[in-house]
């Protein structure tokens, strides 16, 4: 494992996830706000 290489190819996926988690939670809430 090289620390020059590895956060390279892993923080672009990691951030991708991060976003599509935000996203999937800022859809929960809204639904859960318009439910009640």
Do not use: G
Not at 2 to 18: C, G, I, Q, T, Y
């Amino acid at each position: 494992m090289s620390l020059k290489d590895e956060p390279r190819a892993d923080v672009p996926d990691f951030h991708d996830n991060l976003l599509e988690a935000a996203f999937e939670q800022n859809q929960r809430a809204i639904k859960y706000i318009i439910i009640n």
